[in-house]
């Protein structure tokens, strides 16, 4: 598989896309005034514990309180390994309002909630993941041979100081380093975690103790291991700036870092700024002519499968199950696209043939295999529903770059133009009944004024006559369709 990564650097914003044989899979994107907190180190001050929830609500300095919980002070181990930390049941032992404490991101902000917080710090280098305040040496389960597995754990368990507690991670990019290369990643967390340690005693509640690495050299730091061919980036500056940095912890990485030139904008290239539009829509359309409704809530995002212009060659059951078995590679790729995480449902078409149903599940979890972040398949149910999650560490793509409608509030749905025109008649009749006047003024959208003086017109002279007043209308501009005033005069 060829995979390459392509970055856009503008004056504010900075955009990485990954692809997969040409394909775009995912998109990442930052920009200073919302850029991802997580894996950021601060002093923090508890502001409130709250015993009942096993929780407690910590001053970081962002706008709300970031959540503490207490499965979270003994962080559980990333999924690519095993690491032992010590649990702790009672929050109240560790904490308590007013205490001074370090704490690491490991969710952003997302919609009305505050960050996620550990107390268990982690810091990821080119081969290690170096977590102080854990104890044990865990291996990427992708390193498969046991021989490797073996050399790893005894050389980091060797290398390990006296001096240093801790747990390591060894990651799947120590496969074949060399003692050299180990021992280095070592000596530098151990210098990053002093430097945290003395920068927090002394840093106020509130403070930023250390921040992670702009987004450029992230992807270096956690992409390339998994054999990018190519990382073209179209700004001189931030080249210079990956360059140094592959030269100081990957140099085997330094040969695959270009820079972009050419006169046509970079995400033009493969048609990505296209599939970036693309995935900000509810419908996603098959090869086949099928297509795919993604809905996207708070609760949960649900996905649902149609065979849309798709009328197959066989019969009706051959139809649904070539539908559905395309629709499983094209949900995983817009999973990790739109970065959907969470409950997610999906509405595969009815299959009656037991083995097409473990077919379309087989291709769904074989796509899902390429995604990092972790997902977990419960069934696929008689009525053809799969439910799933995905991990979820921040905003969607949706949520990202785009914000609720102005005009129906993000329900979706605005009230028709007749349905207000009723709410309106309501409201004359409460309002001349409460209130003397000489006239009334109806302030609303233009579709509502119309409609009031076309279809209803002879509610409005009947009710006109009812309450012994004339009524005026107004179109306003700025209202929306559901939005009026009844004023009296």
Known sequence: MSIE???????????????????????????????????????????????????????????????????????????????????????????????????????????????????????????????????????????????????????????????????????????????????????YLHKLWRHVRSQGAEAPAGAIVHEDLPLTLRILRDELARGVERVLIDSSAEHAHMLHFAQNFIPGALHCIELYAAPRPIFDLHGIEEEIGLALQQRVVLKSGGYLMIDQTEAMTTIDVNTGAYVGHRNLEETIYRTNLEAAVAIARQLRLRNLGGIIIIDFIDMVDEPHRRAVLAALERALAGDRAATQIVSLSPLGVVEMTRKRTRESLEHLLCEPCRTCQGRGFTKTALTVCYEIFREIVRQSRQFASRELLILAHQDVVDCLLDEEASAMAELESQISRPIRLQAEALYGVDQYDVVLI
Not at 81 to 100: C, M, Y
Not at 144 to 162: D, G, H, I, N, Y
Request: charged fraction near 25%; aromatic fraction near 6%; proline fraction near 5%.
């Open 5 to 187: 990564i392509f970055i856009n650097v503008a004056p504010r914003e900075t955009r990485a896309a990954l692809l997969e044989n040409g394909v775009l899979q995912e998109i990442y994107i930052e920009r200073p005034s919302r850029r991802g907190l997580v894996g950021n180190v601060y002093k923090g001050r508890v502001s409130r514990v709250l015993p009942g929830m096993q929780a407690a609500f910590i001053e970081i300095g962002l706008e709300r309180t970031a959540f503490l919980h207490a499965a979270d002070i003994a962080l559980d181990h990333p999924e690519e390994t095993i690491v032992s930390l010590p649990r702790v049941d009672d929050i109240r032992r560790l904490v308590a309002e007013g205490d001074h404490i370090l704490v690491q991101v490991i969710k952003d902000p997302m919609g009305t909630k505050g960050a996620r917080l550990t107390t268990f710090v982690s810091f990821p280098s080119k081969y290690l993941v170096y977590m102080p305040h854990g104890t044990g040496i865990g291996i990427s389960s992708r390193i498969a041979e046991e021989a490797e597995r073996l050399r790893l754990k005894t050389l980091v368990s060797a290398m390990q100081p006296q001096a240093e507690n801790g747990a390591y991670i060894v990651r799947t990019a120590a496969q074949s380093a060399s003692a050299e290369h180990l021992s280095e990643d070592m000596e």
